[in-house]
């Protein structure tokens, strides 16, 4: 059971590996997004990934190894909030199980279990807070991440922020559920299978005649842009923190040009 809302909760932003080295401004909008919503936001200094990548390749030894360090780096925060239900994922279902044979350390990713949340979830099911985002005259829509969506239960807070966005109309896909193919290591060692189904996954985007697609993880969007673009598909693809933070204006579509590592997140303490 997750823990009761705290009152001006200290936030650690778990920032991701793919939106620190690809998309630093899904970072930059989901601190603001938290600060809006009352929390002071910090981001650990020694944080790293998640462990997923080494999880899901089988190599336990190297994930625990992570894992502890995570542990350490989370332990003093009243909640954890990543924009990504894959590693949110990670952290709060998978990474307990490490340490199944350590008890101390089984209880402490216990805990930091309880406190972790994908961003939208956060701002809703947590904060009850809807951000005043700026107006967005387009036609959107929205893909379920497998991970956000199966093991988070995440589904109708992104789109419960959506509708409060003037402007903004989303159009369901037939099938937003439909797994993009990406699936971290998978689109490694299946290539194949990996293109049929982010392709069965674009021809169901442009059904919706949408200009603009969302979703809460990187993976994801990077698989299904990279897809689009190869398509010679102009549809605009984001993060919906981008749209919920109102940063639209100043950033590019994902794929169209690499974020500059000026911008990228700094690994400092308190943000504000």
Request: proline residues 7%.
């Amino acid at each position: 059971m997750k823990p009761p809302r705290v009152a001006a909760p200290r936030v650690a932003l778990f920032v991701t590996c793919l939106v620190d080295l690809h998309r630093p401004s899904v970072g930059f909008a989901a601190i603001s997004l938290l600060e809006a919503a009352g929390c002071t936001v910090e981001v650990p200094r020694n944080q790293t990934c998640c462990g997923q990548p080494a999880y899901n390749s089988g190599d336990r030894a190297t994930t625990r190894e992570i894992a502890a360090g995570i542990l350490t780096a989370f332990a003093a925060y009243d909640y954890v909030v990543v924009p990504s239900g894959s590693c949110a994922g990670m952290l709060s279902r998978h990474l307990p199980h490490l340490f199944d044979d350590d008890p101390n350390r089984r209880a402490g990713a216990n805990a930091l279990a309880e406190k972790t949340f994908e961003l939208t979830a956060f701002l809703r099911d947590v904060m009850h807070f809807t951000p005043p985002a700026a107006p967005l005259r387009v036609t959107a829509t929205y893909h379920d991440s497998c991970a956000g969506l199966r093991e988070l239960g995440v589904k109708t807070q992104p789109r419960e922020l959506l509708a409060a966005v003037p402007g903004l109309t989303l159009t369901e896909m037939a099938d937003p559920e439909l797994c993009c193919g990406f699936g971290g290591t998978f689109c490694v060692k299946y290539p194949e299978i990996s293109t049929k189904m982010v392709t069965d996954k674009t021809a169901d985007i442009k059904s919706t005649s949408a200009a603009l697609l969302l979703a809460g993880d990187m993976g994801c969007l990077l698989n299904m842009a990279g897809r689009l673009s190869r398509q010679g598909s102009k549809i605009q693809v984001r993060h919906v923190a981008e749209v919920l933070a109102g940063i639209t204006a100043q950033t590019p579509s994902i794929g169209e040009t690499a974020a500059p590592r000026t911008n990228r997140l700094p690994a400092t303490g308190q943000t504000g």
